[in-house]
């Protein structure tokens, strides 16, 4: 098909040959110029190239490809433990921090009851036997499973069994790979399996369908999101990467980045074995007389240790490889032969110049600082410190991320488990429950899901900021809280006040309590200030939201 050209001065319409076209010709590329007019992000005709329709995924192949790099390619394995390592590290940590004021209990009693949850938790979550549904790991250890395997496949299933003994959660999970579309597919009436998650009318989730192999068949199982009688939250997908609206799969994170890892793989792989070569051929023999020739080294010599050579015109040389040093040089050259060191352009110099960029370009995709995902930290202060905090940014999102789906509903699960059956005290909860008074349930429920917390470049610096901030009252408390220990500001003064109280009761002063003569504070006032701030900041916050 000829190159069609416009004239803009006359209107003319061309083709390649410089002719002028008949007017049928003319009139199909007006047409053809009036249907494409509508705006699609191109400058000229073809220049955004190849459109595709995402419509249809193939999740099978990414899966399939994101473990294999996983497996083989050392920069992926990198950038995924350095992600586990700081986002989930020995596991999510609870803060229970249920709201007096709608729970109708007091400041001291609301203290009591979040210790005594979080110890209850911690209990549980340590012990293999009554939180693992396979009796293997710790709820920590689930946690870096699920992450993992959200990253790498994509999405984790959570299947939330119940412990016939203690009656509490025992949690299964299952890789988002077995999550298939059974053939044939039979949903419930008025249901449709997508990926296999059977989604109701409203595209709500309703059911997976998790493949099996059992005594060699392959079988499918149905496994319930919600209960049909009790409504409890049965299984779910975590996603490790973010998705759009209509889709209910989750891609692997390294999804972008598979073709640059398995590229620059390649070629580390290739400048490694060049470096090889090189190191086991230092030189070679180069004949510039036609018909000379000899065999420096042979097999022989190599097996038996030494090796006698017959030149062309006679003479003998003997080789003994055995006795040879690195480094050695033959010098028993035949006349016409010439030593040529080997190529030395190999391995390339430039590449840990290229391979530096092409790894900023994968961080930079992935939100991580590259200095943190390379470990390599040359910068001057100030360029590591926002480094550092870049990386905070990321990591608060992912911990509020993962703690929200997967440690939550376990531990609204735990909760109403441990009150029904008389582990815990919660008043009026069950019947609040049961009511559907989500507000005293969600004042029951309430937590907060902190992570690690990273040391500071400069802790002393960090401190002294805060403190200016807030003297000059353009920062909050509950801010610099969360940003040097990532705690709220209610819950360290909740822990501040237990923790002086039982400085009181052993009679023991904390060198923070006493004055600059060595004299303890009263630190039964302060407990009651501590106290007295909470109140009084809890009465504000109802005033707002009143």
Known sequence: MKELLLNTQTGRVWGSDNQALNEKQRYSYYVTDLLDSSWTGEKFLNGFGLTKDYTYIDYWTLRKRS?????????A??????????????????????????VNLTDEQSMDWDENQELNWKLWSDDRELCDYRKQKTFGELQADAFDTAMISGDCLVINHINPVTKLPYIEL???????????????????IVHGVELDRFDRHVAYWVQATIDGMSKFTRIAAYGEKSKRRIAWLVYGCDKRLDEVRGEPILAIVLYMLKELDRYRDSEQRAALVNSIIPLFVRKTEPGRGSIPFTRGAVKRGSETVVDDDGTERTFNISKMLPGTVPDELNVGEDIVPFNTNRPNQGFGVFEESILNAICWCLEIPPEVARLIFQNSFSAS????????????????????DFCQPIYDDFTIQSILTDQISAPGFLQAYFAGDWRVVNSWLNTEWTGISRPSVDPVKDANASEKLLQLKITTNDRECRKNTGMSFRTVIKKLAREKKLF???????SVDETSTGEPINTDQQTKSILSLIKNIDNKLEEAQG
């Open 67 to 75: 473990l294999q790099l996983f497996r083989e390619n050392t920069y």
């Open 77 to 102: 394995r990198g950038i995924l433990r350095r992600l586990t390592r700081n986002v989930i590290n020995k596991g999510i940590n609870l803060e229970s921090n249920i709201i007096p004021e709608i």
């Open 174 to 192: 299952v890789d988002g790979e077995h999550v298939q579309t059974p053939f044939p597919a039979t949903p419930r009436a008025g249901n449709r």
């Open 385 to 404: 410190r926002q480094a550092d905090n870049e990386f905070k940014v990321f990591l608060s999102y992912r911990v509020w991320k993962f703690g929200n």
């Open 504 to 510: 009181t009761q052993y009679g023991i002063t904390s």
